[in-house]
């Protein structure tokens, strides 16, 4: 029987419970045939590849060319009036013909990538069980505690990556319950997309442990449980098993957590068990880094003169606020230095030592002592006080970098670091437009959702996007390349570094925060190389031959192994002249 292995590394502070991944007997009925996939009926398929894969006759005869499957589907989406009708489009080419869906995403990443995830995926998951049409991962309930592994053995492929989520904080549309699927699914095509891990080595995971939506849990069509939300201590339980069913079923499998409402338990239980990670924690603060390190070069502001003001004191806050201090350190703070470059504003004002509430746990770390007793409410009051050369907002309340605040973080800086990080686009704290208007174009800025380019003064002006797609499928690749037993501090900083560097010169030159989306390929393939030379360093891989590369051989060690959609027609021809070559020296060796 297999087990998980389970690792400490040696830069461990914490001193929190870790589970031990303890295994129990369970037992399966036979597994049934794995059904055809549905790339075998590719309409590019040549006729001797279609007999092959026992598909002749299944689709139309014509053998096509991606160019002429593209112009097909673009049309086709083109037809769609909403974006909640292209997403299901996209979603139902991906169930019938995986690689066409995946050839045209390549070739269309910029314009087709909101449409599958942020912010169209929003309104998908808040009519998930209104729309759904097929299954798209696997969903554990409450009521399978105890046969968890059981269920698992339902999932018909090996899986190399999961995303976990039990809906209860989907983007910031708060509590959607098992609705929150589009969330796994929409992630999980981009480590796909963008890493090139393969899409039928993911599994889209939802646990369904009831909802606090009473709305939701009397609408006729919700397809989830309509319990309560489970106490934390029997969700505890629940995930305690289910990461021993997964590491059983898939020693090796990297686990991804998203958009729970309290994220910070289930990361400081089992992050030194098993190969997991939070993208709403640490993923969140290293893309955010990486563009937060290109500002501060831009700005000319050294990292002992920066104040960075935060609209958002929840998870995803103080996780990007804590990766930002460590680079303080790294540019040579002490720690308590750079904490105090930073004050976090929550719904009931900044964030204070004696304000006379119980902070909640995460956010007494940037607790500020030094307020001399004035409890601040108002952020254009806090932005006067404080001064910021930064204001970033995790907040989820649409429009509150207003007109008085931009203009005043224009009148403090030249360059005034702004950075709307909440989703959708509905939820962003300012637009680009606006960021742009009131900072009369100075403004360093990068948002959570897409905004379009802009003409100012005779110049085209591009937004950054601080969109976790450019690290999160580096990170799940790299633990997956170096077999990492664990997902280190160390390797998620590393992401962060590595995007950092991974704009070209005319992006540089151009004052871009982040690479073209369109070269995510290329620069995942960085990213991924930092985390495995972080991994490597922490002595957490046991892919040891990898040591050995220089970087340019690791690289295109990566790029070998990543899925490309455009070669899988060429991948079965091969398999195809390979056997009919070993039939014909079987047929010669009985001459």
Same mark, same amino acid.
């Given at each position: 029987?297999?087990?998980?292995?389970?690792?400490?590394?040696?830069?461990?502070?914490?001193?929190?419970?870790?589970?031990?991944? /303890?295994?129990?007997?369970?037992?399966?009925?036979?597994?049934?045939?794995?059904? +055809?996939?549905?790339? &075998?009926?590719?309409? *590019?398929?040549?006729?001797?590849?279609?007999?092959?894969?026992?598909?002749?006759?299944?689709?139309?005869?014509?053998?096509?060319?991606?160019?002429?499957?593209?112009?097909?589907?673009?049309?086709?989406?083109?037809? !769609?009036?909403?974006?909640?009708?292209?997403?299901?489009?996209?979603?139902?080419?991906?169930?019938?013909?995986?690689?066409?869906?995946?050839?045209?995403?390549?070739?269309?990443?910029?314009?087709?990538?909101?449409?599958?995830?942020?912010?169209?995926?929003?309104?998908?998951?808040?009519?998930? *069980?209104?729309?759904?049409?097929? %299954?798209?991962?696997?969903?554990?309930?409450?009521?399978?505690?105890?046969?968890?592994?059981?269920?698992?053995?339902?999932? %018909?492929?090996?899986?190399?990556?999961?995303? +976990?989520?039990? @809906?209860?904080?989907?983007?910031?549309?708060?509590?959607?319950?098992?609705?929150?699927?589009?969330?796994?699914?929409?992630?999980?095509?981009?480590?796909?997309?963008?890493?090139?891990?393969?899409? &039928? $080595?993911?599994?889209?995971?939802?646990?369904?442990?009831?909802?606090?939506?009473?709305?939701?849990?009397?609408?006729?069509?919700?397809?989830? *449980?309509?319990?309560?939300?489970?106490?934390?201590?029997?969700?505890?339980?629940?995930?305690?098993?289910?990461?021993?069913?997964?590491?059983?079923?898939?020693?090796?499998?990297?686990?991804?957590?998203?958009?729970?409402?309290?994220?910070?338990?289930?990361?400081?239980?089992?992050?030194?068990?098993?190969?997991?990670?939070?993208?709403?924690?640490?993923?969140?603060?290293?893309? +955010?880094?990486?563009?937060?390190?290109?500002?501060?070069?831009?700005?000319?502001?050294? $990292? !002992?003169?920066?104040?960075?003001?935060?609209?958002?004191?929840?998870?995803?806050?103080?996780?990007?606020?804590?990766?930002?201090?460590?680079?303080?350190?790294?540019?040579?703070?002490?720690?308590?230095?750079?904490?105090?470059?930073?004050?976090?504003?929550?719904?009931?004002?900044?964030?204070? /030592?004696?304000?006379?509430?119980?902070?909640?746990?995460?956010?007494?770390?940037?607790?500020?002592?030094? /307020?001399?007793?004035?409890?601040?409410?108002?952020?254009?009051?806090?932005?006067?006080?404080?001064?910021?050369?930064?204001?970033?907002?995790?907040?989820?309340?649409?429009?509150?970098?207003?007109?008085?605040?931009?203009?005043?973080?224009?009148?403090?800086?030249?360059?005034?670091?702004?950075?709307?990080?909440?989703?959708?686009?509905?939820?962003?704290?300012?637009?680009?437009?606006?960021?742009?208007?009131?900072?009369?174009?100075?403004?360093?800025?990068?948002?959570? *959702?897409?905004?379009?380019?802009?003409?100012?003064?005779?110049?085209?002006?591009?937004?950054?996007?601080?969109?976790?797609?450019?690290?999160?499928?580096?990170?799940?690749? @790299?633990?997956?390349?170096?077999?990492?037993?664990?997902?280190?501090?160390?390797?998620?900083?590393?992401?962060?570094?590595?995007?950092?560097?991974?704009?070209?010169?005319?992006?540089?030159?151009?004052?871009?925060?982040?690479?073209?989306?369109?070269?995510?390929?290329?620069?995942?393939?960085?990213?991924?190389?930092?985390?495995?030379?972080?991994?490597?360093?922490?002595?957490?891989?046991?892919?040891?031959?990898?040591?050995?590369?220089?970087?340019?051989?690791?690289?295109?060690?990566?790029?070998?192994?990543?899925?490309?959609?455009?070669?899988?027609?060429?991948?079965?021809?091969?398999?195809?002249?390979?056997?009919?070559?070993?039939?014909?020296?079987?047929?010669?060796?009985?001459?």
């Amino acid at each position: 029987m297999a087990s998980a292995a389970v690792a400490t590394p040696t830069n461990s502070t914490s001193s929190a419970f870790h589970p031990h991944a /303890n295994i129990h007997a369970h037992h399966t009925l036979p597994a049934r045939p794995s059904p +055809i996939s549905s790339g &075998d009926f590719d309409t *590019s398929h040549p006729i001797e590849v279609r007999k092959y894969l026992r598909t002749y006759g299944l689709t139309p005869p014509s053998v096509e060319g991606f160019e002429a499957q593209a112009q097909r589907c673009l049309a086709l989406l083109e037809l !769609k009036k909403t974006p909640i009708e292209k997403y299901q489009y996209l979603t139902s080419l991906r169930a019938t013909n995986v690689d066409l869906f995946y050839r045209l995403l390549a070739g269309n990443i910029k314009e087709i990538t909101p449409l599958i995830y942020t912010p169209t995926v929003g309104e998908a998951c808040q009519r998930w *069980s209104e729309i759904y049409t097929q %299954p798209e991962g696997l969903y554990l309930s409450f009521s399978d505690k105890g046969k968890l592994a059981s269920v698992i053995q339902n999932w %018909p492929r090996n899986v190399e990556i999961t995303v +976990i989520t039990d @809906g209860s904080r989907i983007l910031g549309l708060g509590d959607l319950g098992i609705n929150g699927m589009g969330i796994p699914v929409g992630k999980l095509a981009l480590y796909t997309a963008c890493a090139g891990i393969r899409p &039928d $080595a993911t599994l889209p995971l939802m646990l369904d442990l009831g909802t606090g939506n009473k709305a939701l849990r009397e609408d006729p069509l919700y397809l989830g *449980s309509r319990r309560e939300k489970v106490t934390p201590d029997e969700e505890r339980e629940f995930l305690d098993e289910l990461m021993a069913a997964l590491t059983e079923r898939w020693p090796g499998i990297v686990i991804q957590y998203e958009d729970f409402k309290n994220p910070f338990p289930s990361l400081e239980r089992y992050r030194d068990t098993y190969t997991m990670f939070n993208d709403d924690i640490q993923g969140t603060g290293a893309v +955010i880094l990486a563009g937060f390190i290109n500002a501060v070069k831009t700005s000319g502001i050294p $990292a !002992k003169d920066q104040r960075a003001v935060f609209l958002g004191a929840g998870s995803a806050g103080v996780g990007v606020a804590k990766q930002i201090v460590q680079f303080f350190i790294n540019e040579g703070l002490t720690e308590d230095q750079a904490r105090r470059c930073f004050w976090l504003v929550d719904s009931k004002g900044l964030v204070t /030592n004696d304000r006379g509430d119980k902070l909640a746990e995460h956010k007494v770390y940037f607790s500020r002592d030094d /307020n001399n007793g004035k409890q601040l409410t108002n952020l254009l009051d806090i932005v006067n006080d404080v001064k910021p050369t930064i204001l970033m907002g995790l907040s989820t309340i649409g429009g509150a970098f207003d007109a008085q605040i931009l203009t005043r973080m224009a009148e403090l800086n030249d360059h005034p670091i702004i950075f709307p990080l909440s989703n959708p686009s509905s939820k962003s704290e300012c637009t680009f437009e606006e960021a742009v208007k009131h900072t009369n174009g100075r403004a360093l800025f990068a948002s959570g *959702s897409p905004f379009p380019s802009l003409e100012f003064e005779g110049k085209t002006l591009t937004p950054g996007q601080g969109n976790n797609m450019y690290v999160f499928p580096g990170i799940g690749l @790299g633990a997956i390349l170096s077999k990492a037993v664990n997902v280190t501090q160390d390797m998620i900083y590393a992401s962060a570094e590595a995007l950092s560097t991974a704009l070209n010169e005319q992006e540089v030159a151009a004052g871009w925060l982040y690479p073209d989306i369109r070269r995510i390929r290329e620069v995942s393939v960085v990213v991924t190389r930092g985390v495995i030379r972080a991994a490597q360093l922490n002595e957490v891989d046991r892919e040891l031959a990898l040591r050995h590369m220089g970087d340019e051989e690791l690289d295109e060690y990566i790029k070998e192994r990543m899925y490309d959609p455009f070669n899988e027609k060429k991948i079965v021809e091969e398999e195809i002249e390979g056997l009919m070559s070993h039939m014909s020296n079987g047929r010669a060796s009985h001459l």
